[in-house]
């Protein structure tokens, strides 16, 4: 009956939106890699590195809309890093991103350190206002970010797969050698992507301080990043898709959060932890046996190489 009572509870579907946010954005950023057929593993470090950025921008005197901004152009600054070590030099993709999650993340607790060197708590600024003035009340509880990020996946969705680019995109990632046949330079194609890609992961992770927190601390990314990488395979590499798998483990993660606070010590409270991660495990092992993966995903390419 508590779980019928929560479900009924529009704060509860208000969470549900709000915890999705960054990983609809994440989600999409790693999408858009991947249908040009290479791997961004520096996620993860994208977006503490777009939280701490947008966070110091506007805490330095920027409006948030400037803070956002910065932290897209730190994200696709990395991205064009992963793009240099991945499509020009043809480096292994999951090395070349498990080094940008490092390098980032570690430059982002450094930039800290030295710009807050005595601060025990962290700074705060004022985040973004919730859309009072719309008349929908779960949106009107949130903020603009969440409206963009529900804005991008038909965007998103359009550009794919209704313009030249987006179909430039998906044959890059499906066959490099016909789009290279049809004049399509595969490497600049790949680089845009993954830097627009890590720009929206940049973006996402500036959400968390300067939307749903007001403030950048350590380890507030929390494996998010990672779950936006299973996220992509869950929705078979489709935009639409991709919000669906965000909110279903939203919905997951903000149930284990009522429970928790309604289960008293009936279960161990890790047990609610692990319950968005093992449920969201069992929907990808059901779905990704028919997913379609973009054919020339991890795969380096020279030109002029069969």
């Not at 990983?23 to 961004?40: K, P, Y």
Request: hydrophobic share 55%.
């Amino acid at each position: 009956m508590e779980i019928l009572d929560t479900l009924l509870n529009p704060a509860f579907w208000t969470a549900v939106l709000r915890i999705a946010t960054p990983l609809i954005l994440g989600t999409l950023g790693v999408l858009w890699c991947e249908r040009a057929g290479v791997l961004n593993l520096g996620i993860e470090g994208i977006m503490v590195a777009g939280a701490f950025a947008g966070w110091l921008a506007v805490y330095s005197g920027l409006p948030l809309w400037g803070g956002v901004a910065v932290a897209a152009l730190t994200g696709a600054a990395f991205g064009l890093l992963h793009a240099a070590l991945t499509v020009g030099l043809a480096l292994s993709q999951h090395v070349a991103g498990l080094g940008i999650t490092m390098l980032a993340t570690a430059l982002s607790y450094y930039g800290y350190r030295v710009s807050f060197p005595k601060v025990n708590t962290p700074p705060t600024v004022e985040p973004f206002a919730t859309m009072d003035w719309l008349p929908i009340p779960i949106l009107s509880a949130q903020t603009p970010m969440t409206l963009l990020a529900l804005l991008l996946v038909p965007v998103a969705a359009w550009v794919l797969y209704r313009t030249p680019v987006g179909l430039a995109v998906r044959m890059v990632g499906e066959n490099p050698q016909a789009a290279e046949g049809q004049g399509i330079s595969v490497a600049a194609t790949r680089t845009g992507a993954i830097v627009a890609g890590s720009a929206l992961m940049g973006i996402a992770g500036s959400f968390l301080t300067l939307s749903a927190f007001n403030a950048f601390f350590f380890n507030m990314i929390n494996g998010r990043g990672w779950i936006c990488v299973a996220l992509v395979v869950f929705a078979s590499w489709r935009p639409g898709k991709a919000l669906l798998g965000a909110l279903l483990f939203a919905f997951f993660d903000a149930l284990q959060l009522r429970l928790q606070q309604s289960g008293g010590a009936a279960l161990p409270y890790q047990m609610y932890l692990m319950l968005p991660y093992v449920l969201s495990i069992l929907a990808l092992v059901l779905v990704a046996r028919k997913a379609a993966y973009p054919q020339a995903l991890m795969k380096p390419y020279r030109k002029g190489e069969r």
